[in-house]
Nanobody, 121 residues
Framework: VQLVESGGGSVQAGGSTKITCVVS????????MGWFRQVPGKEREGVAS????????SYADSVKGRFAISRSSGVNTLYLQMNNLKPEDTAMYYC????????????????WGQGTQVTVS
């Protein structure tokens, strides 16, 4: 399984950006996929997730109403649309996947991308 993120970069506060994760080798009929973020010196945070079998989504309280996760199974791509960005959203964002939901939500997912930096100023 390979997860490759792209997008992000520098954004002004109040602006929007979209990050993308191209997934290969993952069976798109079970498990959980989504995004974690981490700031140096802080614990990583699960930001948004989507359960592959029923497409149900969940979000961290800090991003509810501002971020939206989606996927395009036809091209094996995961997206995170980020709106009304705040400086505290600055972090490295990781695309994360696991066939076991519990492992994902506990932060112990098996598959991680290399990360893409989002900086809000």
């Amino acid at each position: 399984v390979q997860l490759v993120e792209s997008g992000g970069g520098s954004v002004q506060a109040g602006g929007s950006t979209k990050i993308t994760c191209v997934v290969s080798g993952f069976t798109w009929n079970r498990g959980t996929m989504g995004w974690f973020r981490q700031v140096p010196g802080k614990e990583r945070e699960g930001v948004a997730s989507i359960n592959v079998d029923d497409s149900s989504t969940s979000y961290a309280d800090s991003v509810k109403g501002r971020f939206a996760i989606s996927r395009s199974s036809g091209v094996n791509t995961l997206y995170l649309q980020m709106n009304n960005l705040k400086p505290e959203d600055t972090a490295m964002y990781y695309c994360v996947a696991d066939y076991d939901r519990a492992s994902w939500y506990l932060g112990h997912a098996e598959f991680w991308g290399q990360g893409t930096q989002v900086t809000v100023s």
